[in-house]
């Protein structure tokens, strides 16, 4: 079971969507788990990852209070993965996030050959993840499907803004958020980089997916126009 598993799109919407996910088990081998988790991210990180996390203190790209009103225009944007890394301190969820499947199948195979003693989980479609399975020479253990939103339906946001919200798995990134950045997107009040970046930070264990949501943001905008 992963938090990354109710991601909301069809099948399809996950081709650049790809979260790779280690944590130990607690009292059988979550002993000097610090430094295979570390280790973990350090493998990643050489495959051009969209974003990096851990669960005790998110992701690439973080919240801060030392801000005032300007800091919206002039806030650095760039994700820092080298603190993610450091600042990896407990046996937590270290968490990778790849937008093509070449990446995410060859960071897998360094992955199975660093030998870890980690459990790992892939989230994406089912097909994307036999797939990159398959590369690595892995045989998959288990599977996990979501069944989606029940009831009534009709009370939820539009898919775009599920899309965005449902990629932090606590629920940190909400859906007035969301659909607040869509809206800037299409006024032209903030680029999709610009809106994806205030997304990013509410995300507590860095899963959430930068280009992912770029391209929720721009085809939104496309189908406005």
Not at 109 to 117: F, I, N, P, Q, Y
Not at 156 to 170: A, I, K, Q, R, Y
Request: hydrophobic share 35%; charged share 25%; glycine share 8%.
């Amino acid at each position: 079971m992963t938090n990354t598993l109710h991601r909301f799109g069809d099948a399809e919407s996950f081709r650049d969507d790809y979260v790779v996910i280690a944590i130990s088990s607690k009292g059988r081998n979550d002993e000097n788990a610090v430094p295979r988790l570390r280790r973990f991210l350090e493998i990643a990180r050489r495959f051009n990852p969209v974003n990096l996390g851990d669960g005790r203190h998110g992701g690439a790209l973080r919240p801060t209070q030392s801000i005032n009103p300007l800091s919206h225009w002039r806030r650095n944007m760039t994700p820092d993965f080298d603190a993610v890394i450091a600042g990896l301190d407990v046996a937590t969820t270290a968490a990778a996030v790849f937008d093509n499947r070449v990446a995410a199948e060859d960071f897998l195979k360094e992955v199975r050959e660093a030998d870890l003693g980690l459990s790992v989980n892939i989230s994406t479609s089912i097909d994307g993840a036999e797939q990159c399975c398959h590369a690595a020479g892995l045989c998959r253990h288990s599977v996990g499907y979501s069944l989606g939103f029940e009831g009534k339906t009709g009370h939820l946001p539009n898919e775009d803004v599920l899309m965005l919200s449902t990629m932090c798995g606590h629920g940190m990134v909400s859906s007035s958020l969301a659909k607040k950045m869509i809206d800037w997107v299409k006024e032209g009040r903030r680029t999709p980089g610009q809106a994806v970046t205030y997304l990013t930070r509410f995300c507590s264990c860095g899963v959430f997916n930068p280009s992912r949501a770029c391209r929720v943001l721009e085809e939104a905008r496309t189908r406005t126009k």
